[in-house]
């Protein structure tokens, strides 16, 4: 499985690699514009992402941005849904309209920080990523 993190803080971005790692190739990203040229690149190598893990709360590029983003460039390959990247929203903002504005993005899975393992282990089970 491929997946992309993209995470500003250092220990959530080194817990989410490490815990990431053992179900795939993860890349790292520290903000939503790298992760939206991360995804970019993979798509034009063709050699997508299968999972994305986004923050809200990034510099430069937020994750909402980030998502509408990838999903815009999913339509402008011609992705067919069933290919598209699962995206997993991961952050502290648990207010309903945060989640709310998330799905209506496409994101597939809104997990609250602190990440729980277990919780994170069976959303990814639930989407038949591992």
Known sequence: MRILLAEDDYATRKFMSGFLSQYGDCDVTVDGMEAVDAYMMALEDEEPYDLVCLDIMMPVMDGYQA???????????????????KVI??????????????????CTVYSGKPIDEQ????????????
């Open 67 to 85: 998502l509408a983003g990838i999903r815009k460039m999913e339509k402008a390959y011609h992705v067919p849904a069933e290919k598209q990247a």
């Open 89 to 106: 929203m991961a952050t502290a903002l648990n207010e309903q309209q945060n989640v709310d504005m998330a799905f209506e993005l496409g």
């Open 119 to 130: 919780k994170f282990e069976q959303a990814l089970k639930s989407l038949g990523m591992i």
